[in-house]
C-alpha cells in the first residue's frame, strides 16, 4: 500500500490537497513516505496524520517528525473515535484493500469528508488493451504484472458511484487530475470527495 | 563481588537529596530520599535538550558506560552515546535510580528517617507505584532546573513512567518514546511477577524482608525469580536458536538433576549473576509497582482521558516476538492517544529477539528511534 511520492506533488495529489481547507484536520491512508503530509502541514497549516503499512514509509515520516502509525486500512481505522478528522484521504489504495465497502464507512465515521483516489479500469485505453491484446492492462497508474499486483479490487468510475448511490454516500466533488469532471471513458484515475448522507 | 546494597554516601553516582516530604500512593510519606542519577553531554543555554532516560525492573542509571560494579557495557550502550541514536554530542542525557531501586536511590536497604532508629527499612518500606517513582524524578528534574524534558524515553517498566510523565506532568515533556510496555500490567504479567515474589519469600534466608544484618542473603530465591523472569524477555524462537536441546558439556543425560542441558546452565547463570548486583527486597517493590500500574485505573477506568491535557508528541514502538509486552498492549495505548488527539506514531519492529529487544542491537529500531527525534527536533519551538 505503499505510494509512490516524488516531489513535486504528483498531479492527483496536487488536485487533492486543493480540496483541503488550511487548518483542518487530515488523515492521509497509505502516506507513503508522507509526501503529501509534509505539503499540507507545511502549505495548508493542517493537524497532519498518517497511517502506512510499509516500515521504510512509516520511517521516512516519523524522521520528517510527521505523526504516522504503522496500520493496515482495512483492519487498524477502527482505532480512531468517530469524527476525529476533517478529511480521510485514501489515495490510490482503495483498489488494493480487502473489504472496499467496509474502508469506505470506517472513512466516512472517522472523518466529515473522504477524499479517495482510484484508477479507473473502464479508462478506453484499459478496455482496449484487454479487448485487443487479451492480457491484463498496464498503464502508469495500473503499472503491476497481474500476478504480482496488490490491485485486489479493481472498479471503474461508474462502479465507485453505483456503490456510493447504494450505501447512501454522497458525492461532493469528482474530479480528475487534469481538474476535469471524471469520464468514465476518457479518464485513467478519479478523485472524489465524499460525504455521508445525514 | 561485595553486595550491591549502597547507601547514598557511596560515590558511584552523583546523588540527589531531596528534603521536601514526598507523599506517596499508598497514603504513606517519606520525609526525605536520595536519587542516584548520571548525565552525559552537555544541557545548551535554553535547557532544552535534556532527555531523560527510565530504565526498567532491573535496570539502574548506568545506562551507558561501563558500570562501575559489574565493569560491563551500560544496558543501552548500544543506544545512549556520541553518534549513537541518542546523541550525547546533541543532548544532555539523565538517567537516575528509580524510588525503591539498589543503586543509591532511596529504597528498601535504606536507613529509616527516625534519628534514632537507623536500621535499614527492609519490608517496612512503603509500597510504591510507578507514579511515586516519576515524582521524585521530577525532584531531580526540578533540581537540575530544567523546565521542559526535550523527550522522555524507555522501555518496559521504563516506559511506564513515560506513559506516568506524559500524564502527570504534559506540560515538563516535549516529545516521548515508549518502548515495549503498557498502560497496564496484563493478569500474565501479574501472575509471572507473583512467581518471583513468592521464590523470595520462600527464601529462608529472607527473614520477612530483614535480612540486611545477616550474613546470608535470599540469593537462591532472587535467583528463581530471575531465572522464571528471563525466561518472559526472549522469545519462544531465540530460546530455541540459541540453546534447543542441546547438553551442557556432555554427551549424555545425566538421569539426574544436574545442568543437563545448556539453556539449565544459562537460567542457572543468569540467576547467579543477577544476585550479585541486585537486591530481593528491590525486586519484591518494584515489581509490585510494576503490578499496580493502570493508567486507565487512575482516570475513571477511561485510557483516553489519561492523555486529554497532553500535548507531547508520542512514539509508541514494539516488537513482534514480544509476548510479554506484546504490540496489542501498544496498540491500546494508540488509540488512547488517537481518541485524545494526541500526535502519535507507532512501529511494530520486526524481531526474533523478544521483549528484550529493545536492549539488544536492532538496527531497525535504532534507526527509527534516531529518526524520531530528529522529526521532534525540527518541530521544537526552541533552537
Redesign the interface.
Known sequence: MTRNTRNPLRDDLQIIASLIEKRS?VLDIGCGDGTLLQHLQRHHNV?A?GMELS?SG??S???????????DADT?LG???RQ?FDYAILGQTLQATRQPLNVLKEILRIAHFGIISFPNFAYWRTRLHLLLSGTMPQNPYLPHLWHETPNIHLCSIKDFTQLCRAHDIEIIRALTPHNRTPSNWRDPLAIFMIKQRA | MTHPLRSSSDSLSPVFHSTTPLALDCGAELPHFHIAYQTWGQLNKHRSNAILVCHALTGDQFATGKHPLSQKDGWWHHVVGPDKPIDTNKYFVICSNVLGGCMGTTGPQAPRHDKKDTRPWGSDFPVLTIRDMVRAQKRLIDHLTIDQLFCVIGGSMGGMQVLQWATTYPEHVFAAVAIATSTRHTTQNISFHEIGRQAIMADANWHNGHYYDQSRKPDRGLAVARMVAHITYLSEQALHQKFGRNLQNRHNLSYGFDADFQVESYLRYQGAQFVDRFDANTYLYITRAMDYFDLAGEHGGTLAKAFQKTRT???VVSFSSDWLFPTSES?LI??AL??A?V????????SDKGHDAFLLNEP?FH??LH??L???A??HPSP
Do not use: M, W
Request: net charge positive; charged share 30%.
Open positions: 484536520r493537524d496524520r516500515h512509516v520511517q515520516c516519523v524522521r520528517k517528525g510527521l505523526s504516522v502509525i504503522q496500520g487498524d482505532d480512531y473515535p476525529a | 508528541r508520542f512514539y496498540r494508540v488509540k488517537n481518541a488527539a500526535p502519535v506514531s507507532f512501529t511494530e519492529v520486526t531497525r534507526e527509527l529518526g524520531f530528529e522529526g521532534a525540527h518541530h
